[in-house]
C-alpha cells in the first residue's frame, strides 16, 4: 500500500498483521441533492471466490442495499452511481450473484465512468489485470445503464467530477461544492490520510511519479481552499482538512461529514 516507501517508516502508524496485511475499509459517499441521489463507488460486493476472501480477510460484507437503506435513503431512489474506476474493491459491488450470473443492484440507476477507465478495463496490463472483473462489468453494457465521459464533467452544479491517470487510467474523483463547504472524494489517489506524504504512494498505481504529481496539485488546491478530503479506504478516518507546512502537507482537522 506503501510502495517503495520502507515498511519502517510506514509500520508504526499502521501495524500491520503477520501476513503483511493493514487494515482498510471502503467507505462510500451517499449525495443527496439538485434532482439526484448519488451513490459514489459501490466496494466489492458479494460472491468472491475463498481463495480472494482469505487474500484480503473480507469481514463485515454488508449488502449495499441494506448499507443505503440504513442511511435513511431508498435503495430503489439511487439515480446515479459514480464509479471512480472498476478496480475491483471500487466496482466490484455493481452487481449480486444472481444464480449462475449477475444481476445490477441499482438497475435504475446511471452507472457513470470514464471512457478511458472503461477501454482499460478490457485490456489491462499484466500488472493490474487482477483487479478487474470482467464477468460484472459486462452487466453495465448489456443492460444499457452505463454512461461514459471524456474528461471532466458536471453532473449538477457544484458536483464536478476531476480526472486522474496516475493510478489507473481515468480515475474520476467528485468535488462537491455546498453549504460554503468543498469535499473532494480521495479515491485511489489518496486512499488513507496516512497517504498524504507525497511519495507515499502505492504499488498498484501504474504511473507512480504522475500519481505523486496529481496528488500534489490536489493538496496544494485543497489546502488554500479549505477542502475536507474524503478518504475511501481509511480505516480509523473517514474526512479531515489539510494543512500546508512549509513544503509538507499535513493532516489538518477531522471533520464530520454526516448529514454535511
Avoid at 441499482?106 to 500488472?127: G, I, K, V
Wanted: with cysteine; net charge negative.
Amino acid at each position: 500500500m506503501f510502495g517503495v516507501v520502507p515498511r519502517i517508516m510506514w509500520a508504526k502508524a499502521l501495524p500491520p498483521d503477520e501476513f503483511n496485511r493493514v487494515p482498510m475499509v471502503m467507505r462510500l459517499l451517499l449525495v443527496q441533492g439538485r434532482g439526484h441521489t448519488v451513490l459514489v463507488d459501490v466496494g466489492a460486493g458479494g460472491g468472491h471466490s475463498p481463495k480472494n476472501r482469505e487474500i484480503y480477510a473480507f469481514s463485515d460484507m454488508k449488502p449495499l442495499r441494506d448499507v443505503v437503506r440504513a442511511s435513511g435513503v431508498d435503495p430503489d431512489a439511487i439515480t446515479d452511481v459514480l464509479l471512480t474506476h472498476l478496480h475491483f474493491d471500487h466496482g466490484a459491488g455493481i452487481v449480486d450473484p444472481d444464480g449462475d450470473g449477475w444481476r445490477l443492484v441499482f438497475p435504475d440507476a446511471r452507472h457513470h465512468l470514464q471512457r478511458s477507465q472503461w477501454e482499460h478495463a478490457f485490456a489491462p496490463t499484466p500488472r493490474d489485470r487482477a483487479s478487474y472483473y470482467e464477468d460484472r462489468m459486462r452487466v453495465l453494457e448489456r443492460e444499457g445503464v452505463l454512461v461514459v465521459h471524456d474528461g471532466p464533467w458536471q453532473l449538477a452544479p457544484g458536483f464536478e467530477l476531476l480526472v486522474f491517470d496516475g493510478h489507473t487510467p481515468g480515475q474520476q474523483l467528485p468535488l462537491i461544492h455546498g453549504n460554503g463547504t468543498a469535499i473532494f472524494f480521495c479515491g485511489d489517489l489518496i486512499p488513507t490520510h496516512h497517504h498524504i506524504p507525497t511519495p507515499y504512494v502505492m504499488s498498484y498505481d501504474l504511473l507512480p511519479v504522475a500519481a505523486m504529481q496529481e496528488k500534489s496539485a490536489v493538496l496544494e488546491r485543497a489546502a488554500a481552499e479549505n477542502w475536507i478530503l474524503f478518504f475511501e479506504h481509511d480505516a480509523h478516518l473517514a474526512a479531515c482538512r489539510i494543512v500546508k507546512d512549509g513544503k509538507r502537507f499535513t493532516k489538518g482537522a477531522e471533520v464530520d461529514i454526516a448529514g454535511a
